[in-house]
């Protein structure tokens, strides 16, 4: 089973890619985890959401999740 | 409560209109409406266009949160939110907010309440061109501006 990981606007840009794939393991606990277990130290004011919903890097992660990374929101 | 995403121009007076046919209007003493338009300049440069990405599914539900949140604070509250998606001219409308409530202060209040959510939490990001034909993100809204 995976945790479908989804990168937006210039995080996307920067990464060259839409999305990654990731086995869930006893490893990955949080989003933290996830980003680092990917990419590494994360970036100052990254944004990101669990099955849709705003997170935070301490935020549980689990099986068949979908976790989204993003830069701050410009909307409005 | 009513939360729409358009990827076309709208017009945020006859979303506005149309709505108030709909409402109870005899009980509402007060409407407050922001409506956001796109400029074509931002930080000293002039912008040619823009286009504004979104988080399908996620997106309308943080519209409806923030919503759905207001009309838990000011309990009297009707609300109409409309958002762009997608590419977008100068001069079109970006965002409305419209409030109706019986008196003044919970519709003004919750209109622009809603507004600073919505430019903080909604997941949307900007992506200008400018006239050179470069193009760059924007990236964070100016908090109060």
């Known amino acids: 089973m995976t945790i479908t990981v989804q990168y937006f606007a210039r995080l996307r840009e920067d990464l060259g890619r839409e999305r990654d794939e990731v086995a869930a393991t006893g490893e990955l606990q949080t989003v933290g985890d996830l980003w680092r277990h990917l990419h590494g130290d994360p970036p100052a004011r990254l944004m990101a959401a669990v099955n849709q919903a705003h997170a935070r890097l301490d935020t549980p992660v689990a099986d068949g999740d979908e976790v989204a990374f993003f830069p701050p929101v410009t909307g409005g | ?145």
Not at chain 2, 3 to 22: C, K, S, T
């Open chain 2, 1 to 145: 409560m009513a939360v729409r995403l358009f990827d076309h121009p709208f017009d945020p007076w006859a979303l506005v209109r149309e709505r108030e046919r709909q409402l109870p209007l005899e009980r509402l003493g007060a409407c407050s409406v922001f409506a956001g338009r796109m400029r074509d300049f931002n930080e000293a440069e002039d912008i040619r266009a823009m286009f504004l990405e979104h988080y399908p599914g996620m997106t309308e539900r943080e519209l409806e949160r923030i919503v759905a949140e207001a009309e838990a604070r000011w309990p009297s509250i009707t609300c109409e939110v409309a958002h762009r998606v997608g590419a977008v001219d100068p001069s079109e409308t970006l965002v409305l907010v419209a409030v109706w409530s019986a008196h003044r202060v919970a519709a003004r209040d919750a209109c622009a309440e809603i507004l600073e959510r919505l430019k903080h939490e909604a997941p949307f990001w900007k992506r200008e061109r400018l006239t050179d034909g470069t193009e760059r993100w924007v990236e964070q809204n100016t908090p109060g501006h």
